[in-house]
């Protein structure tokens, strides 16, 4: 079995984030990995702004981007800190698309050991086992996937 060197941990600051991030934190200690925070900023949403921006009345994708950016990680460093992750080195991407492909291309980019995820988050559906964000990247990663359920 391969070190693990790098723990690559999907946020999008559901209930499910906290609990999936300590985790991470608590493996990458124990490895000494650094921990990839990445969250993705789902397309559909950048696209809904977009139709409002050409219709005149909302603000501008690019200030909606860089607004989201800036929003995102101010709420990872306060998951950070809520969770006293402060050994492992980290490293935070965002990014813009489709959330399944983008975390597969990220774990390819950055070459992971292992992708951390919540069972669950904002596309929240009931009564499933997991998301559908989860499952995707659980069928297509080339990495271990390791699974945090609940909000404990």
């Known amino acids: 079995m391969e070190q693990i060197k790098r723990i690559m941990v999907a946020v999008d600051f559901s209930e499910y984030s906290r609990p999936t991030l300590k985790y991470a934190a608590y493996l990458a200690k124990l490895h000494k990995a650094v921990i990839v925070i990445v969250n993705i900023l789902n397309k559909r949403d950048l696209d ?9 009345i909302g603000i501008s994708a690019e200030k909606f981007i860089a607004r989201q950016k800036s ?22 991407i965002f990014r813009i698309g489709v959330p399944w492909f983008e975390l597969l291309e ?28 989860a499952e ?8 271990p996937v390791l699974f945090v359920r609940g909000t404990d």
Do not use: H
């Open 48 to 56: 809904a702004v977009q139709r409002i921006e050409l219709e005149g």
């Open 71 to 92: 929003d995102r990680e101010m709420a990872a460093d306060q998951l950070l800190k809520e969770i006293g992750c402060n050994n492992p080195p980290v490293e935070k």
């Open 106 to 133: 990220v774990a390819k980019e950055q070459k992971v050991d292992l992708v951390v995820i919540g069972t669950k988050g904002n596309d929240n559906i009931p009564n499933s086992l997991f998301g559908s964000t």
């Open 136 to 143: 995707k990247v659980f069928r297509r990663c080339p990495v």
